[in-house]
């Protein structure tokens, strides 16, 4: 079991900007790892909007292409997520993921409300 750890949630005006964090464990599960940001609103289902390979390729989901960056920082185990521009209908519970061949790892979730 690898322990990955969320943070920087919190509630933020539509427009406006948050950068998530999540912290890795080990180092070498980390390295290997294609890591991924999904997130689930109230009511539906999980889905992942980004993701990045341990060759930093990456990919986003459309509703958040242009507005959301990932990247990866092997050095300090651990992955971000730039959100900008957010919407209200980015709020949702964030969770980082961490996936191999063989196994699939979860964090605990971040909330992201965003609200005027």
């Known amino acids: 079991q690898v322990q990955l750890v969320e943070s920087g949630g919190g509630l933020v005006q539509p427009g406006g900007s948050l950068r998530l964090s999540c912290a890795a464990a080990?180092?070498?599960?980390?390295?290997?790892?294609?890591m991924g940001w999904y997130r689930q609103a109230p009511g539906k289902q999980r889905e992942v909007i980004a993701a990045?390979?341990?060759?930093?390729?990456?990919n986003y989901a459309d509703s958040v292409k242009g507005r959301f960056t990932i990247s990866r920082d092997n050095a300090k185990n651990t992955v971000y997520l730039q959100m900008d521009m957010l919407k209200p209908e980015d709020t949702a519970v964030y969770y980082c993921?961490?996936?191999?061949?063989?196994?699939?790892?979860w964090g605990q979730g971040t909330q992201v409300t965003v609200s005027s």
């Open positions: 990045i390979t341990s060759a930093y390729s990456t």
């Open positions: 080990s180092g070498i599960i980390f390295r290997i790892s294609t």
């Open positions: 993921n961490a996936r191999g061949p063989q196994y699939t790892y």
